[in-house]
């Protein structure tokens, strides 16, 4: 991969075997809790209090988790401001004003209560790899407690796994939740917590097997002499559902089942992916969330290709929160439109649709492949033949 001038070759580390290699989640604990601690408080242990702390028996045991969510990690439609298109870089969990919050594993405080950059308080922890001291050489990994109505610790402070953090409070639209975040700091910036290092916090978090998605091909599009838009679906059940969907996309094959290699599966000279026939959201989210920050200023991203779109006053999610000139509820950038449908606690199944451009398949093309991939692992496959006799090629003059 080429060398960037602010290190955008790290992407690789955040992968999708789509397009780019998968992330496992390695480096991490393997024996993390969930922030509500299977939702203790709700049926507390006999004689137990918030101060005790999270049980360590209930670290790593996906039994104790807290779901259901009310919003995953990547596309949603945001209801509180009338179902707007929103990349989302945690997952929500709805829960009654003052419940307990613990820490996932042990770490540092760096935020503790308000936060200029947050519109209410907060606790932000740092964590150290498996077996290290320091977050050099291949970076650290925070996790963010967001909308506390109160909090328990102070900057600085060392926090022991599933100690007290605070108490939830309410988003400024009143709903009552905790919003959870994994942030993954790449080691060429190894302290790094910004948002474009948001992983999938289901990626760390024990959880158990989850209902694997349903693939199909909703339609199909001529763009000119050798390419082709699809249109596919995705169903997955819930609760079973973890809601773990990392990426989804499509992949090309000629008549003797060899992949139609699709240009913008590639990185450009700049580490950038353009126009690729996948989404893979952290690797998105990485490439085109901009960073305004000493190391990394705004007026450093002129390199991204879709520079031009690039507001005169900074904002960071000026790409990953685009919508579609169609609909407010969909999202349109870089070759492929987004369109999630809402989600709520008490959904029975996550839907969305997906459109993507392959630039480069006719007239070899034999064979598509649709494919999900899932925080925990695992990939769905879907493959659909013949899908240039379901639409008119183009005619030569």
């Known amino acids: 991969m080429p060398q ?9 580390l955040l992968g999708l075997s789509l397009c780019f290699p998968i992330v496992q989640a390695v480096g991490f604990d393997d024996q993390v809790i969930w922030p509500l601690c299977g939702r203790i408080a709700a049926e507390p242990p006999a004689a137990w209090q918030a101060q005790d702390g999270c049980p360590l028996d209930r670290a790593g045991d996906p039994s104790f988790s807290d779901v259901p969510l009310s919003s995953t990690y990547g596309p ?16 929500d969990i709805p829960t009654p004003y003052g419940t307990p919050v613990f820490a996932l594993t042990a770490g540092e405080v760096r935020i503790a209560g ?21 977050c050099q050489p291949t ?33 400024q639209s009143g709903f009552e939740h905790l919003h959870f975040e994994i942030r993954n700091a790449p080691g060429f910036d190894p302290y790094s917590a910004w948002q474009r290092d948001a992983i999938h916090p289901l990626r760390v978090l024990p959880q158990n097997p989850s209902a694997l998605p349903r ?25 079973a559902g973890g809601l773990g969907l990392v990426a989804l996309g499509i992949r090309a094959f000629d008549a003797l089942g060899n992949e139609i290699e699709q ?44 520079h031009d779109a690039h507001p005169p006053l ?5 790409h990953m929160d685009r919508p579609a000139v169609t609909s407010a509820s969909a ?7 987004i369109y999630p449908a809402p989600l709520s606690a008490h959904s029975s199944s996550y839907q969305l649709e997906a459109t993507f451009a392959l630039n480069n398949v006719i007239p070899g093309l034999s064979c598509v492949q649709l494919q999900a991939e899932m925080a925990n692992g695992q990939t769905v496959f879907q493959r659909e033949c013949g899908l240039l006799d379901r639409v008119q090629l183009p005619v030569n003059p």
């Open 215 to 239: 693939l199909r091909i909703l339609n199909t599009e001529l763009t000119g002499p050798v390419g082709l838009r699809v249109t596919l679906g995705l169903e997955q059940d819930l609760p």
């Open 139 to 171: 970076g650290c990994y925070s996790s963010s407690y967001h909308h506390l109505s109160s909090v328990a610790v102070q900057v600085g402070q060392q926090v022991s796994k599933g100690q007290l953090l605070g108490f939830t409070g309410a988003s």
């Open 76 to 91: 949603r439609q945001k209801a509180s401001e009338n179902f707007r298109y929103d990349f989302h870089r945690g997952i």
């Open 4 to 12: 960037l001038p602010y290190g955008l070759r790290a992407v690789v």
């Open 331 to 337: 999202h349109a950038f870089n070759g492929y439109e």
């Open 314 to 318: 900074y904002d960071p999610h000026v």
């Open 114 to 134: 308000l936060n200029p950059e947050y519109a209410d308080a907060l606790v932000q922890l740092r964590h150290w790899r498996p077996g290290m001291t320091s």
């Open 263 to 306: 240009p913008g599966n590639q990185p450009d000279a700049q580490g950038y992916h353009v126009q690729p026939s996948g989404f893979h959201f952290e690797q998105a989210n990485f490439e085109f969330t901009h960073k305004d920050s000493g190391q990394l200023p705004w007026e450093s991203f002129s390199n991204c290709p879709y």
